[in-house]
Structure formats: structure tokens, C-alpha cells
């Protein structure tokens, strides 16, 4: 997958930095590539569930940001990105030290671009467990750049 | 639809009250009714995507919240609820004073519940604009009552 | 909702008498309304999964082709329409005389469409039970019409 | 994955002949692994839309029942397996000389298994095209075999 914008990671990162809701959940932006955004989420009782488990909310979150961004990472220098819809499969409870939800394009079109995106919990001792798939469709808009 | 638990509604409480990503989010839980939930979301910065509109997982939350609690009013006092997948449609930008979840049952199991929930955003006006529609599987954890 | 090529419903049964896959079904047309579309099933062994009740995959068909056709009946003249992106969640076993599937649109945008279908079984004695709930989304194709 | 029942391959190819519904479409079932099911589907007229493509339906009946069978590979001898919920991401239009399902396990839980399904549109030469990218629940279902 090559991109059609040279700058396409410093466009990510100025659109993720314009997030509010990203800063409130506390997430990090880990890598942009060509097609691939990595996002990290570090858990806090702030972001629990009635179970004290991450609320799956919090997992949505930052599968739809990764999965839009690395939609994005595709797209002119010029066009914006919507979320059209996502699903999300709920593997396993989200417990342990962070999130980490790894967006990949599955197929990009002039108007519609779909996506996925895993999320894993990591521990302490930095193993990895699936906590959720997310399949979604995102828009683009041409113009409408984001974060200008 | 028939409660099989008379006190479902202060338990959908204690379980809302024991969400710690509600109260970061600062939703409100607006109304609990049998197979019906509502909940509310003020707009305000911190919720924002970066287009400057609400963040899609900000409607995904309170979608999943208002419609795990609504299937969790028809269970057992005994009954646990937890997110199996939900997909949410986003139908327009969301914006205004707050928005507002209204979770409702489609078909209640044994085991899994069908759940949708519609989210509107709600001018300074008071009116109502579609924002979001979500459609989502919900299962029963006997004997893990929520907030215990 | 106001359709916007007068001639929406005989658009929509051109549309439904070129689809192959509908005759292969048996299925039929049973009306169209400005956003809405009924499609009927008689339900026979052809159509069974591996333990004879109807397949998934025949209540996912006629729903998606309520939902798109009542995406279409919005459109203009010389639109066609394509599916997106379509969720079922299966409600109970698909048995009885017939399947219906009535599909409405839950909001019309110029681009992207989203749309529901409900499908109901229906006994012998007329009784109807929900045996699945879709949600999707379709795309306008300007200048695509259908069936020409 | 280990398959819990040996006879894993020959139970799915008992559920599938078991289908009248895959016959009436004119599926093979090419392949079994634990946790991994293909299908093939020689595309006709019979099959088509309103464009003249291969109907979205064959696409998700295939890829259901490649999902649902390869979700079946990993349950005990006596489970019978049910689709939940599935949703389809139509990538490109579905033409060529067969369609080709490949249904693969994401996680095998005790109650519920989410799997997905790739399908691919496979040209006279062979060539492979991404056509549809589905992803969904599946109940096991104790005692109940299938076809049985």
C-alpha cells in the first residue's frame, strides 16, 4: 500500500493530537504506516466497566481511531475521514497494564475504505491476550482535512 | 415484557453507578424501565473527534451501556450482563447540548439478548437529531450479579 | 419520505424481476412504499440448513434485498444502489410457511443510506414470529441504474 | 487448535451435505482443518443481482457456513454449532468463474466462538480478488450434532 501523501504520518499525528476524547481516555499514538495505526491505552479505574474490567467502550474508542487513522494514512493530503460504522467482537475481559489496538486497511476505495482492527490487552509482564476484533467502513471527504 | 427481578432498576443503577467510563464520560443515567434504558451524555470538549464533533466512541459507550442494562432489566436478580459484539451506524455529526442513548430490547434469551439502541443529539433548542443507531448481542452471566 | 423519481415503484419491481438470486429463492415482491419494501418467502426444503430450518443465509438475502430496494425507492431515476456493508442477528429458528422481510430506511443521505430489515416467520395460521433484525448500509450509485 | 472430536472433517462434510440450502446454491466443500473451513461456489446467472454480479447473499451464505463449520471443527462430537450474528463487508463485485469462502476460528470460547470469513472471486486464470470480509458469533449448542 503506497501513500498518496508524503506526510501522511505527521497528518495522522496532528489529527489524533486533536482529539479531545483520546487525551481523556489517556491514549498514545505508537506507530503509523502506510495502512497500519498502532494506539495505546494504559487502564486506569477511570475507564471500568460495572465488573472493573476496561469498558468495552474504551476498546471501541481506540479500534475505530486506529482503524480511521490507518484509512487515512491512504488518502490525499487534502481529504478527511468518517467513521461510517464499526463492529466490534468482544473476545475476552479487558484486564492488565494497557490496550493496544492495531488498525489495518483491508481495502481501500476512492470513497469507502474498510478496516479492521484487533485489540489486545497486555500485562505486566508484557504478554499479549486478544480482548476484541473490530470490522468497520470509513468515508472519505475530500477537502476536509482533518485537524485544519 | 415482565421483569423477573421486581428491584431491576435500583441493580441497573448500582451496576451504572459502578462505571467508572460512565463517570469519566459524565453520562447520566436518565431512566430504567422494563427491556428500556436511557442514558444522557452533555457535550463538552473533551469528548471531542478531531473535527470538533463528539467522538463516535463517546455515542458506541453510552449506546452499549444503555442497551447491556436494558437486556440486564429482564434477567434474574442473580444475572450478570456482558457485550458480546455491537455495531453502531452513525447517521449524522454529533453535536449540540448532549446526546442521549435509548437502549431497548429486540429479543430477550436465555442465554443471549438482542439489544438496539438509538442515539440522538439535543440542541439547546431541545431538539432531537438522529446520530447513531446500534444493533448488538448481550449474554447472561448467571450468579454474577453486577456491582457485588 | 418523499421519493423523488415518481416511478420508484415499478424501478424497484424491474430491479427485483432482474435478480437471479431471488427467483432461484422463490422469492416474491410484496410491496413498495416510499423507504419501505416487503419481500416474501415461501419456505421449502431447498432452502434448509443442517438442521432443517431455513439457512441464515436465505433470510439474509431477502433482507438485504428489502433494505437496499428500500434504500432505492429515496433515490433518484437514474440511481443504483449497492450494499455496503449488512449485520443480521438471528432471533429464532426460521420455520413455517413463509419468510417475510420488510425493509426500512432508517436515514437517507446522498451518498450512504442506512437501512433495517426485520424478517418474520409465518406459521400456517398466519402467526408471525421474529426470526432475525438487520441493519446496513448502501451506497448511491449516480447514473447505475438498476436492471438496465 | 486441537480439534476436541478426531472426527471432526467428516462431521462437517455429514452438516454440509445436510444442507439443502448450500446444494441449491451448488457449493463444494473443499477443505477442513481444525479451526479453518473452505468453500466454493461456481458463480451463474442463477445467482446474480441486479447488476448482473453474484448476489451479496450467496457471498454471505458461504461465508456463514465456512465460518459456522470452521467454529464446529473445535467443539466436542456431540455439540451442534449456530450462527449468532454475522456481518459482511462487500469489498468488490462478486464476478468470475467461482467464489471461494475461507472460514477461520479468531477465538473458540465454550459457549461462543467468533470466527471470520474471507471470500475471494476467482477469475478463468485463476487469479484471486478480495470480494467480501464477514465477521461473526457462533453458539455452541450441547447434545444437539448436526445432522443428525
Redesign the interface.
Known amino acids: 500500500m503506497t501513500p498518496r501523501d508524503p506526510d501522511y504520518a505527521a497528518r495522522v499525528a496532528r489529527?489524533?493530537a486533536?482529539?479531545?476524547?483520546?487525551?481523556?481516555?489517556g491514549a498514545d499514538l505508537v506507530s503509523v504506516a502506510p495502512g497500519a495505526v498502532e494506539i495505546a491505552l494504559p487502564l486506569r479505574?477511570?475507564?471500568?466497566?460495572?465488573?472493573g474490567y476496561?469498558?468495552?467502550?474504551?476498546s471501541?474508542?481506540?479500534a475505530?481511531?486506529a482503524a480511521g487513522f490507518a484509512a487515512q494514512t491512504l488518502m490525499a493530503a487534502s481529504d478527511?475521514v468518517?467513521?461510517?460504522?464499526?463492529?466490534?467482537?468482544?473476545?475476552?475481559p479487558a484486564q492488565g497494564a494497557r490496550l493496544i489496538a492495531r488498525g489495518r486497511v483491508?481495502?481501500a476505495g476512492r470513497?469507502?475504505t474498510?478496516a479492521?482492527a484487533d485489540v489486545v490487552a497486555v500485562a505486566q509482564d508484557g504478554r499479549e491476550t486478544?480482548v476484541a476484533?473490530a470490522?468497520g467502513?470509513f468515508?472519505t471527504l475530500p477537502g476536509?482535512a482533518?485537524?485544519d
Chains 1, 2, 3, 4 share one sequence.
Do not use: C, Y
Open positions: 489529527g489524533f486533536a482529539q479531545g476524547f483520546m487525551a481523556l481516555l479505574p477511570e475507564l471500568s466497566q460495572h465488573h476496561a469498558h468495552a467502550g474504551a471501541w474508542a481506540i475505530d481511531t478527511g468518517l467513521t461510517v460504522e464499526l463492529k466490534i467482537n468482544l473476545l475476552a483491508e481495502r470513497r469507502l474498510v479492521r486478544a476484533l470490522l467502513t468515508m476536509l482533518d485537524a
